[in-house]
């Protein structure tokens, strides 16, 4: 797993916030990394990925203050409390987290909303604080209306947006307020109103790992077996990740690995075992970490060899 996604600038921002020299000496470097972003959707995904590096909520607030224009720092620390606030929640379910979990998860959260409308005001061409507000809301539990409004805020500054787009498909699912018929629409509506190629062919094969996820044993693999599920998934792939103009760009691997896992437990193991060859072994943890959570490459390994790559 490279928590770079092979992006050589997303790999020089992580060294940056995590070598030598002193905290606010580290902001001139990381900035001018972040100055590379080519469009709205480019600098969320590096701000994402400089925001899940331990330690940078320690310093990243005092380069905030200090700054003439304080909105990059200010989005940094937005998407690094979200990161932090879900570290101190954890991953399990709600009723095993305890409450003084969730004071802290909900005080960081509320630390990065802040930020994060402040950034909005000042830079309001930028998709990205309303991309990182989309996941401060799930876990603040803002409500659908309000969770739809900061997702079209997002994809009105940045069409197309994919990781914007994922976060809309989280919110409408049942585990957050949705459910399955929302998910579905949704995820089919935004493939079929973008061009061919785009990468938000995806969705359906996210939707439908989710719907899978939720059925009991047994009943999820009757689910994902279904006639009707195996050719949506067929539709998608052709959509996105077969078409010819999908661009390997960012984190296509995590594209790749979604729909890998969601024909092989489809039972179309050649439609899997291309997918795991293109990836070379390249696992990301999105969605192997619904079948391990500790540690993604192993279901990766498991299924890509009974699938026969």
Known sequence: MDPGYGDPRLAALRAAATGPGTDGGRWPGIAGQLSLAVDGEDLTWLVEGLASVDGTEAWIGAVAAEAPDPALPLLVSGARHIEWAWQARTRKMAKYVSKEQFEVFHARLAVAEEQLYEVAEREPDWAAPWYFLQIAGRGLQVGQRLAARRFEAAVRRSPGHL????????QVCGKWGGSHAQMHDFARQAMLGAPEGSPLGELVAIAHLEHWLDEEAGADTRYIRRSDVVVE??????????????????????????????????????????????????????????????????????????VGA
């Open 233 to 306: 998934l067929y539709e998608a792939a052709e959509r996105s990740v077969h078409h010819p103009d999908f661009v390997r760009r960012r984190d296509w691997t995590r594209s790749f690995n979604t729909f890998a896992l969601a024909f092989a437990l489809a039972g179309e193991n050649e439609a899997a075992r291309d997918l795991f060859r293109v990836l070379e072994g390249s696992v990301t943890e999105f969605p192997w970490m619904y079948l391990n959570g500790h540690d993604p490459t192993v279901p990766f390994r498991e299924w890509r060899s009974r």
């Open 163 to 170: 990781a914007g787009h994922r976060q809309q498909l989280q």
